[in-house]
Nanobody, 118 residues
Framework: QVQLVESGGGLVQAGESLRLSCAASGFTFSNAVMSWYRQAPGKERELVATISRIDDKTNYRDSVKGRFTISRDNAKNTVYLQMNSLKPEDTAVYYC???????????WGQGTQVTVSS
């Protein structure tokens, strides 16, 4: 049974930090490209950051570059999103996504709420 379980969300003030975690199980984590998405109320889900499966190559949306860092620990089957200098516009539900190598089968977590007050 495949599971992606996010944690670490919460309510913070602008300028503070949060670290999100996504614990994976039920598939070979090291063979999956991992990403974080977010969805704010009334808006479409958008890609925040991606980390490759082999060389840990990362990509970020422009609005979070220099503030957010995605990383993975294949030994713990976990992907992280370190979020610094948070802004009110970062408020959203954050989702973890896994895409399996070659098959492109996709899994989503249930999401974790991040709220940044001004």
């Amino acid at each position: 049974q495949v599971q992606l379980v996010e944690s670490g969300g919460g309510l913070v003030q602008a300028g503070e930090s949060l670290r999100l975690s996504c614990a994976a199980s039920g598939f070979t984590f090291s063979n999956a490209v991992m990403s974080w998405y977010r969805q704010a109320p009334g808006k479409e889900r958008e890609l925040v950051a991606t980390i490759s499966r082999i060389d840990d190559k990362t990509n970020y949306r422009d609005s979070v570059k220099g503030r957010f860092t995605i990383s993975r620990d294949n030994a713990k089957n976990t992907v992280y999103l370190q979020m610094n200098s948070l802004k009110p516009e970062d408020t959203a539900v954050y989702y973890c996504k896994a895409v399996r190598y070659l098959t492109y089968i996709t899994y989503w977590g249930q999401g974790t709420q991040v709220t940044v007050s001004s």
